[in-house]
């Protein structure tokens, strides 16, 4: 068998993905994000359309189950953009889930049988770890993607919280079976600390650096300078970025910004400049391409 990416509409060969935005999401709902909700199919297609303008050619959206999700709205914009999208099956981190929600008391079976069923059109699998622990429902949640990772093949896909314990995620992944090679790490730019992260992309993780846009956080300077520093440690072929434009907020089709095109009409072309073409089609193109192909089983 050849390796895929594997998107909502169909698989297909790495080689196909071209630039890619590691991390989006084009529906969403979460009780931590009162009012921010975005599920509307037409306002997603005409964010994708602004993000295909701007150069993409792909997108993965980390929308996991339970959180708004919609894999056939997710085939519709595939289908009216062009773009290639690879949909999330998996869990976010507890916070996400009301106390009463019954996706708590799925068993670890239950979760695993219903990950490795998603992944039929869903080409990752997702996880979240809270802030410096992974609580009981995340290590359930955990266990679940190791096991549908070992019966299709799919990346797991991991949020962590403003960056921290990467190095602790991949090893609980790895003891359960999952190669770092199959792990990425989102947001590890909200701790901006290229020693830590080096630490854990040595293992053969994949870094993820996706805030992008969030001036009143910390600016783009921040993250090209972690890129920098990541890459002159060697570890430019660990290195993904997505704009997580996570909020209807974010979107200019809400009336919000900086709108789900920032990620490539502003930030590649910057990193282009200041860190050079070469950098750039590494981190948008070739390593996309290896992140989220595999070779599917069973
Ligand atoms: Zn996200």
Redesign the pocket.
């Known amino acids: 068998m050849a390796l895929i990416v594997r998107t909502v509409r169909r698989d297909i060969a790495p080689s196909e993905l071209g630039p890619c935005d590691a991390?989006?999401?084009l529906f969403l709902v979460t009780p931590l994000q009162p009012g921010d909700d975005f599920t509307d199919l037409g306002a997603a297609v005409r964010e994708a359309e602004t993000l295909a303008a701007a150069g993409a050619r792909a997108l993965v959206d980390?929308?996991p189950i339970g959180l708004g999700r919609d894999l056939d709205g997710l085939r519709a914009v595939a289908e009216a953009t062009g773009l290639h999208i690879v949909a999330a099956t998996g869990l976010h981190r507890d916070a996400h889930y009301p106390a009463d929600d019954p996706l708590r008391g799925a068993s670890l079976a239950e979760l695993a049988d219903r990950f490795a069923a998603d992944l039929e059109r869903c080409g990752i699998v997702k996880l979240g770890a809270s802030y410096h622990v992974v609580t009981a429902f995340e290590a359930k949640a955990f266990a679940a993607a190791a096991l549908a990772h070992e019966r299709v093949g799919a990346p797991v896909c991991v949020?962590t919280e403003h960056g921290t314990i990467g190095l602790q995620i991949v090893e609980r992944l790895t003891g359960e079976g999952v190669p770092p090679t199959s792990v990425v790490l989102?947001?590890v730019d909200r701790n901006p600390d290229a020693g830590e992260h080096a630490e854990t992309a040595a293992t053969g993780a994949w870094l993820q650096l996706?805030g992008p846009g969030r001036t009143k956080y910390w600016p783009d300077s921040t993250i090209l300078a972690l890129i920098e520093e990541l890459a002159g440690r060697g570890y430019a072929d660990r290195l993904l970025i997505?704009g997580?434009t996570?909020r209807r907020s974010m979107m200019r089709a809400y009336g919000g910004g900086p709108g789900l095109d920032y990620v490539f009409a502003r930030f590649k072309p910057r990193l282009e400049r200041e860190l050079g073409q070469e950098l750039a089609e590494q981190i948008f193109v070739t390593n996309p391409a290896r992140a989220f192909a595999f070779e599917p089983r069973g």
Do not use: L
């Open positions: 991390h989006e999401h980390w929308t949020h989102a947001h996706d997505g997580d996570g």
